[in-house]
T-cell receptor, first 116, second 113 residues
């Protein structure tokens, strides 16, 4: 157990569906992240929520919409996805300090998403 | 932008020593980290190097040379449970101007009996 819980573990959806991924961290951290992991590719940072501030990767399509209602919960809302969006979506949390040098990420086990 | 290079696969036998290399190109640098991920599991933090030299944690060690933009993860006395993917990651400024982790593509380590 890493202290970061993601649901669901697996999700199959059609291109016209709307679904949401959920992440909850029990570590008291002040930053949460969404990463995309595709086969044989680097983990790709999608969004960061830090100290109530949202930071986006400008290459993420608008069909992905994050929501962070508080420091413990993070959602990723999905709509009109494409088959190439099929991947493992990982949530992570960390404690950001003033210098943030040795910052450790704690990951959830991910949601394996398949878009048909 | 940022880029990291590491071998895609490495195979070794139980009890052996294996070294996984990582070279990086970044516009700024604030440390090199290593993460382990078993199939179907979450990536977990292994080590961090902020300064040049060797950091040792049990059977695992990590090395950094900032002048060479190079680091490695050394695994000793390999065990079957070490079969996993290993990712290097650098903390550097992103396009947003903020620091974040950029990951390599990962090295899949297969430990054989």
């Amino acid at each position: 157990e890493t202290g970061v819980t993601q649901t669901p573990r697996h999700l199959v959806m059609g291109m016209t569906n709307k679904k949401s991924l959920k992440c909850e961290q029990h570590l008291g951290h002040n930053a949460m992240y969404w990463y995309k992991q595709s086969a044989k590719k680097p983990l790709e940072l999608m969004f960061v929520y830090s100290l109530e501030e949202r930071v986006e990767n400008n290459s993420v399509p608008s069909r992905f919409s994050p929501e962070c209602p508080n420091s413990s919960h993070l959602f990723l809302h999905l709509h009109t996805l494409q088959p190439e969006d099929s991947a493992l979506y990982l949530c992570a949390s960390s404690q950001k300090g003033p210098t943030a040098t040795n910052e450790k990420l704690f990951f959830g086990s991910g949601t394996q998403l398949s878009v048909l | 932008g940022q880029s990291l290079e590491q071998p895609s696969e490495v195979t070794a036998v139980e009890g052996a020593i294996v070294q996984i290399n990582c070279t990086y190109q970044t516009s700024g640098f604030y440390g090199l980290s290593w993460y382990q991920q078993h199939d179907g599991g979450a990536p977990t933090f292994l080590s961090y190097n902020g300064l040049d030299g060797l950091e040792e944690t049990g059977r695992f060690s990590s090395f950094l040379s900032r002048s060479d933009s190079y680091g490695y993860l050394l695994l000793q006395e390999l065990q079957m449970k070490d079969s996993a993917s290993y990712f290097c990651a650098v903390r550097s400024p992103q396009d947003t101007g903020r620091r974040a982790l950029t990951f390599g593509s990962g090295t899949r380590l297969q430990v054989q009996p």
